[in-house]
């Protein structure tokens, strides 16, 4: 039985699929978007590799960016709890995730393992947003909800 898991970050998660890190080729125009959307496809990928660290993560959706307001809805810092601003989201599924169970959090050991991994900036998300994930009451930049489970 599978486990669904949505991740909500300020971080700019777009996945633009491009992969390749050396400079583009010269039929790419426009270095600046290619940059920018490079960015946004490292970040992805080391969200991913952070969630991979303990499980695999199944059927992952697309990344959703969306303009909301931060103090209406949602469970970010409480340095970020005002005004609307991009937040991207997606869901994944894990095989059993009492992987991420800390002992006090069901999702504790996840946060701890994003807790400080660098991230890259883009032109979308907030300037003032420190360049890694954080998880503390604070700076929390990144959160996670699992959907309950009626056979858990």
């Known amino acids: 039985m599978s486990h669904r898991i949505a991740c ?7 996945k633009t699929g491009i992969l390749n890190r050396a400079r583009p080729a010269d039929d790419v125009t426009d270095f600046n978007l ?9 970040n992805l ?14 059927n992952s959706t697309i990344p959703l960016a969306q303009s909301l307001n931060l103090s209406d809805t949602h469970n970010f810092g409480t340095q970020y709890n005002k005004g609307l601003t991009y ?9 059993n995730s009492s992987v991420f ?3 006090d ?3 504790g ?6 807790q400080g991994v660098p991230m890259v900036n883009t032109k979308n998300q907030l ?8 998880t503390t009451n604070e700076k929390r930049n990144i959160y996670f909800v699992k959907y309950s489970n009626e056979q858990d």
Do not use: H
């Not at 290619?34 to 490292?42: E, F, G, K, T, Y």
């Not at 937040?87 to 894990?94: A, C, G, K, N, Q």
């Not at 050991?109 to 994003?114: K, R």
């Open 101 to 103: 169970d800390d002992g």
């Open 34 to 42: 290619w940059s920018d959307q490079r960015a946004s496809q490292c």
């Open 45 to 58: 990928d080391t969200l991913l590799q952070v969630i991979s660290l303990r499980s695999q993560p199944d």
């Open 8 to 14: 909500y970050t300020l971080f700019d998660i777009t």
């Open 87 to 95: 937040v991207w989201s997606f869901d994944f599924e894990v095989q």
């Open 109 to 114: 050991a996840l946060y701890n393992d994003c």
């Open 127 to 134: 300037k003032s947003l420190e360049l890694m994930l954080d």
């Open 105 to 107: 959090n069901t999702l």
